[in-house]
């Protein structure tokens, strides 16, 4: 843990993970400043548009952050690496894609190497092309999955015993006892998505965060399987039309085009659930409260080692 957190240069070993399109500088400064690590998500974003909220997230913390490509998602990929470069943001994660060709120019500029990854076999590619940590993801988590659909309890003691490198876990995580079973399962810290949602600086709806906080864990639906595309989205009109559209054959194309960032934004930025979805993972079912990004981080990190102790005292095997 310890090791990762010096490798990332941050306080706590926990990563905001990459929310393309939508995560603005305010989450990612704030996310930073409380200790963990800030992640962009440039989705499909333009390269202009990626750079306004790398400075802005300059103005707003002097600590490290990443910028998250997701390889087979942008169109930008050199031009974002180029600005990785130019800015010397202190890590990138890439994900969605073969990270290997992107490997070596990041490293020879000192940028950190976050990969993403869902399978022992992606994970020691990874390793091998000079990733620096590893964030495994189960299929419980919010957005785009694999199609392996390996769950993280299983997954990341699998992936920490066949590689060397950190590995942080993702997918289902929302509190400290979440971080102190990642840490129990042999991860060195955890990647977040949906419970940073349900936090004051998140710039999404109000809807999409009241959604999360009365919603139960079965209230995602995982689209996408027909094609390939595994994405977990919370229920909701436009996301149950789209299921419905799947299982009466619809194509591949109509499938992109109806999930695309339009449908994604009018969703978390509108909290417009008749015309457009949200991304959510199972944790949401855990999701009570809406504190700051800095009393969430806190708390995790207070309430593992409270559990960790816990366990260690009253563990007994005689
Ligand atoms: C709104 C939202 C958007 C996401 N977009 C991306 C993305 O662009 N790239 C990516 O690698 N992961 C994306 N994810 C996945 C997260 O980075 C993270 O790995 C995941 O949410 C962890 O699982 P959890 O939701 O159970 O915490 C997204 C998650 C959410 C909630």
Same mark, same amino acid.
């Given at each position: ?5 010096e490798?990332?240069?941050?306080k ?16 990612v400064a ?8 800030g ?5 499909t ?9 790398i ?47 992107y490997?070596?120019? =990041? @490293?020879? *500029? %000192?940028?950190?190497? /976050? !990969? ?11 390793? $091998? ?15 785009i999955?694999?199609?392996l ?7 990341i ?25 990642a ?5 060195s ?22 959604k999360? =906080? @009365?919603? *139960? %864990?079965?209230?995602? /639906? !995982? ?5 390939g595309?595994v994405?977990?989205?919370? $229920? ?25 960032e ?17 991304n ?25 080692r ?13």
């Amino acid at each position: 843990m310890k090791q990762a957190c010096e490798i990332l240069s941050i306080k706590y070993p926990i990563i905001q993970g990459g929310m393309g399109n939508i995560s603005n500088a305010i989450l990612v400064a704030a996310v930073s400043n409380a200790g963990g690590l800030g992640t962009i998500g440039c989705g499909t974003m333009a390269p202009g548009a990626i750079e306004q909220i790398i400075m802005e997230t300059k103005k707003r913390t002097a600590q490290p952050f990443a910028l998250n490509i997701a390889l087979t998602v942008s169109e930008y990929v050199d031009d974002i690496i180029r600005l990785a470069i130019k800015h010397q943001v202190s890590a990138v994660t890439l994900s969605a894609g073969n990270p290997a060709p992107y490997i070596p120019i =990041l @490293k020879q *500029n %000192g940028i950190r190497i /976050i !990969v993403v990854v869902a399978s022992v076999l992606h994970a020691k590619k990874a390793e $091998k092309a000079g990733a620096d940590i590893l964030v495994a993801e189960g299929y419980e988590a919010a957005g785009i999955n694999s199609s392996l659909e390996l769950t993280t309890f299983t997954l990341i003691p699998q992936i920490v015993k066949k590689v060397k490198i950190p590995v942080f876990a993702a997918g289902g995580i929302g509190d400290g006892k979440g971080l102190a079973a990642a840490l129990m399962l042999g991860a060195s810290g955890v990647q977040i998505g949906t419970r940073l949602i349900a936090t004051a600086e998140a710039p999404f709806h109000q809807t999409y965060k009241e959604k999360l =906080l @009365k919603a *139960n %864990g079965e209230d995602t /639906i !995982v689209l996408g399987r027909p094609y390939g595309r595994v994405r977990r989205v919370l $229920k909701g009109e436009y996301a149950e039309g789209l299921a419905d559209l799947e299982q009466r054959g619809m194509t591949f194309r109509e499938f992109q085009q109806k999930t695309s960032e339009t449908y994604h934004i009018k969703g978390a930025i509108d909290g417009d659930f008749q015309h457009g979805y949200v991304n959510s993972g199972q944790v949401a079912g855990l999701i009570d409260d809406v504190p700051s990004v800095k009393q969430l981080i806190e708390s995790m990190m207070r309430d593992a080692r409270l559990q960790i102790s816990k366990i260690a005292e009253n563990f007994r095997f005689d």
